[in-house]
């Protein structure tokens, strides 16, 4: 399969344009260059690590595409929205693993609850 990229996109971003709308294919353009130089242009990741562009403007808004990742297809990671962003969880804050560790452990007892059989 090969490269996936993580992404999220802000909904400010997306809320003036319909398929009706005028701007369509002018937003569609910019969302795909949007994507394009956050997963392909060397001037946007010269720099991996904390000096990597993660965010692109989509409209009015400065930062509406963002980059988290990118994962192989047979790599296996955790993410964890938190805020207002997604994260791989090694990259997470102390609070952030917390709150991780409690969401799993609840949902680890609603599924073993539908494992049991009913009596």
Same mark, same amino acid.
């Given at each position: 399969? =090969?490269? *996936? #990229?993580?992404? &999220?996109?802000? /909904?400010? *971003?997306? /809320?003036?344009?319909? +398929?009706?709308?005028?701007? &369509?294919?002018?937003? %569609?353009?910019?969302? =795909?260059?949007?994507?394009?130089?956050?997963?392909?242009?060397? $001037? #946007?990741?010269? !720099?991996? $690590? +904390?000096?990597?562009?993660?965010?692109? *403007?989509? $409209?009015?808004?400065?930062?509406?595409?963002?980059? %988290? /990742?990118?994962?192989?297809?047979?790599?296996?990671?955790?993410?964890? &929205?938190? =805020?207002?962003?997604? %994260?791989?969880?090694?990259?997470? !804050? /102390?609070?952030?693993?917390v709150f991780a560790e409690e969401e799993l452990a609840q949902e680890k007892l609603v599924r073993e609850k539908r494992r049991q +059989? *009913?009596?």
């Amino acid at each position: 399969m =090969g490269i *996936a #990229y993580l992404m &999220w996109i802000y /909904d400010d *971003a997306l /809320d003036q344009v319909t +398929p009706d709308s005028p701007d &369509w294919a002018k937003s %569609c353009v910019e969302l =795909g260059e949007a994507v394009l130089r956050l997963t392909h242009d060397v $001037g #946007y990741f010269a !720099g991996a $690590g +904390p000096k990597r562009r993660t965010a692109h *403007a989509l $409209g009015h808004t400065a930062k509406a595409v963002n980059y %988290c /990742d990118e994962a192989h297809s047979a790599d296996q990671r955790v993410y964890l &929205w938190s =805020g207002n962003r997604l %994260c791989r969880l090694s990259r997470a !804050g /102390d609070d952030e693993v917390v709150f991780a560790e409690e969401e799993l452990a609840q949902e680890k007892l609603v599924r073993e609850k539908r494992r049991q +059989p *009913a009596s």
